[in-house]
């Protein structure tokens, strides 16, 4: 499956933005999908998961109760609304599919080429 990462950009703190993830090339609902980032110098972590439904969620802690992860499968598409932006969330953020449904990159086998959010102060 090719992943397709778009919707990054520069914003001030407090603000929004929505990512979305284009997915092509196999059946999208099979799999679940996740949000990863990479700030400088700092290496990629979790940043929410839905599994293959959109029935459940995982969120990291950092992120909890200001990102929404959402898929729309007859789109072959997942978001990350990402509300209240705070600086320290500026970075690349990827997408991925791949099972199973989890926190860890390892349960990942498809990634998109990530894109840039920049969160200004």
């Known amino acids: 499956v090719q992943l397709q990462a778009s919707g990054g950009g520069l914003v001030q703190a407090g603000g929004s933005l929505r990512l979305s993830c284009a997915a092509s090339?196999?059946?999208?609902?099979?799999?679940?999908m996740g949000w990863f980032r990479q700030a400088p110098g700092k290496q990629r972590e979790f940043v929410a998961a839905?599994?293959?439904?959109?029935?459940?969620?995982y969120y990291a802690d950092s992120v909890k109760g200001r990102f929404t992860i959402s898929r729309d499968n007859a789109k072959n598409t997942a978001y990350l609304q990402m509300n209240s932006l705070k600086p320290e969330d500026t970075a690349v953020y990827y997408c991925?599919?791949?099972?199973?449904?989890?926190?860890?990159?390892?349960?990942?086998?498809?990634w998109g080429q990530g894109t840039l959010v920049t969160v200004s102060s």
């Open positions: 991925a599919a791949g099972l199973p449904f989890g926190r860890s990159e390892k349960g990942y086998q498809y």
């Open positions: 839905i599994n293959l439904s959109g029935g459940s969620t």
């Open positions: 090339g196999h059946t999208f609902s099979i799999y679940a």
